[in-house]
């Protein structure tokens, strides 16, 4: 699975490099471009119904959250709807991984999170020099980040997922016997 924010660029390169890559839309990213299509007063009111569609325990319930968000909001703010249908496809793909795994794979902010660290040295040494030098200061930076990290959730069910082992709603399906 691949997840991302809207760069076009992106999506159009992943089946090209990556055929059978699955597609996850970045919840956070789109989070923010529905925010954007809306007046500050109702803002509030939609980050909430849009987490509850994000964090629904299975399908089922996201469909049904996901309907009373557009019913909601789409005779005044069309615009703000037609954004959350527009990745309909790709929102939802992370139910088909195990559960334990959604929280890290909803979003981009995990890998963002990384990269934020180079960005503020970078910015500050205003670039390195050679591109020897940058690629060592990137490679020393994300070595020392790297103590922080935590080991992903259900990191056991990896070999599952690699494996090509079914998951649906978060939940690993049975072989069917033969």
């Not at 109702?42 to 049904?64: P, T, W």
């Not at 496809?89 to 990269?115: G, K």
């Not at 922080?148 to 959730?153: A, F, G, I, M, P």
Request: aromatic share 10%.
């Amino acid at each position: 699975m691949a997840i991302a924010d809207g760069g076009l660029g992106f999506w159009k390169a992943l089946p090209q490099v990556y055929p059978s890559t699955l597609a996850q839309r970045c919840w956070v990213h789109k989070t923010a471009n529905i925010l954007d299509k809306l007046p500050s007063s109702m803002q509030g009111r939609a980050k909430g119904m849009i987490h509850d569609i994000y964090r629904a325990e299975n399908k089922a319930s996201v469909l049904k959250t996901y309907a009373q968000f557009q019913a909601c909001f789409l005779d005044k703010y069309p615009e703000a709807v037609g954004c959350l249908r527009k990745d309909e496809q790709t929102l939802f793909t992370f139910y088909d991984f195990p559960a334990a795994h959604c929280i890290h794979v909803r979003s981009t902010n995990v890998i963002e999170s990384v990269f934020s660290t180079v960005r503020l040295w970078t910015n500050k040494t205003k670039g390195c020099g050679t591109r020897l030098a940058t690629l060592t200061m990137v490679f020393k930076l994300v070595q020392e980040s790297k103590r922080t990290w935590r080991k992903l959730d259900g990191s056991k069910q990896l070999e599952l997922v690699q494996a090509g082992r079914r998951f649906l709603d978060g939940v690993l399906q049975e072989e069917a016997a033969a």
